[in-house]
């Protein structure tokens, strides 16, 4: 059975970090194209950043502040979030699809539809 952990998730003022972990247990990370996903209240559910082979993807509002990594020795992916901003307030999830062969289109990569694992969500609040 596979399962999907985040952890990591806190309430942070401005300008403060979080690190959140993902980790995997039912499959070996190696060989799956991974991501980050965040949903605000009200809002879509939109890609962050992602990981395939040596391909990184992060969203616009992210880049140069957030840090995917993965360790896949651990089954754990990571995203380090700095500099962080009230509009980064959101649930965050990881997600998962087996990618052994190839890597997938950025246009797959920032599409829920294409993750087949998910995690339940651990909740960021940036607020003063």
């Known amino acids: 059975q596979v399962q999907m952990v985040e952890s990591g998730g806190d309430s942070v003022q401005p300008g403060g970090s979080l690190r959140l972990s993902c980790t995997a247990s039912?499959?070996?990370?190696?060989?799956?194209?991974m991501a980050w996903f965040r949903q605000a209240p009200g809002k879509q559910r939109e890609a962050v950043s992602a990981?395939?082979?040596?391909?990184?993807y992060y969203t616009e509002a992210v880049k140069g502040r957030f840090t995917i990594s993965r360790d896949n020795a651990n089954n754990t992916l990571y995203l380090q979030m700095d500099n962080m901003k009230p509009e980064d307030t959101a649930m965050y999830y990881c997600?998962?699809?087996?990618?052994?062969?190839?890597?997938?289109?950025?246009?797959?990569?920032?599409?829920?539809?294409?993750?087949?694992?998910w995690g339940k969500g651990t909740q960021v609040t940036v607020s003063s």
């Open positions: 039912g499959l070996s990370l190696q060989g799956y194209a």
């Open positions: 997600a998962a699809q087996p990618s052994p062969f190839f890597i997938p289109t950025q246009v797959a990569l920032t599409n829920p539809s294409y993750f087949d694992y």
């Open positions: 990981v395939s082979g040596g391909s990184l």
